[in-house]
């Protein structure tokens, strides 16, 4: 089955830029989308279809997908950032589609 | 509002079964395939199963290994999950996700616990 692979923990001081790597062979191929859940929340989609971001999410979310590696960049980072975040596919060439990566803790310093 | 309410969780002790519902409101929800995620405490979010709008197809992660059953009725919005057959490493946090396009989850839930215990 497809693998998603994410660093576990990413920390960013406040007004700069982290950057959330997803490694999964030939991901550049694939439609990546992103998830960020606060502690005890619901996760919340803030990019679909590796760069699309949903009304209501800031500018500061970005989406890049190419090769093996998809990546999430939020810029000029704020407190409310700190959160778990999740890339996903959709491997439509398995019987199991649905894939998560492992998760990325960011903390703002 | 568009919203996913998902109810039915509970303690079960293993070996025994659950049946979990979602209520949509706030949009047509025969326009959408509809999902469950769990999250098991202290770990990441596992896709469980999809169910197409019309019930065209079905798909579940292969770690349950046919033990749960997706389903929906479109005349009440309603999803469901039925579990049987349930172990320890089943307890989480079940969430409704709502599909969109290229089969990404835009609208969650804000989930029901599955505790499985004896």
């Known amino acids: 089955s497809y693998v998603l692979t994410q660093s576990p923990s990413v920390s960013v001081a406040p007004g700069q830029t982290a950057s959330i790597a997803c490694g999964g062979k030939n991901i550049g191929s694939k439609n990546v989308h992103w998830y960020q859940q606060k502690a005890g929340q619901a996760p919340v989609m803030v990019v679909s279809?590796?760069?699309d971001r949903p009304s209501g999410i800031p500018e500061r979310f970005s989406g890049s997908n190419s090769g093996n590696t998809a990546t999430l960049t939020i810029s000029r980072v704020e407190a409310e950032d700190e959160a778990d975040y999740y890339c996903q596919v959709w491997d439509g060439s398995s019987d199991h589609p649905g894939v998560f990566g492992t998760g990325t803790k960011v903390t703002v310093l | 509002e568009v919203q996913l309410v998902e109810s039915g969780g509970g303690l079960v002790k293993p070996g025994g079964s659950l049946r979990l519902s979602c209520a949509a409101s706030?949009?047509?929800?025969?326009?959408?395939?509809m999902n469950w995620i769990r999250q098991a405490p202290g770990k990441g979010l596992e896709w469980v199963s999809t169910i197409s709008s019309i019930v065209t197809y079905t798909y579940y992660a292969e770690s349950l290994k046919g033990r749960f059953t997706i389903s929906r009725d479109n005349a009440k919005n309603s999803l469901f999950l039925q579990m049987s057959s349930l172990r320890v490493e089943d307890t989480a946090v079940y969430y409704c996700?709502?599909?969109?396009?290229?089969?990404?989850?835009?609208?969650w839930g804000q989930g029901t616990v599955v505790t499985v215990s004896s």
């Open positions: 279809d590796d760069t």
């Open positions: 706030g949009f047509t929800f025969t326009s959408y395939s």
């Open positions: 996700a709502r599909g969109l396009g290229a089969k990404a989850f835009d609208i």
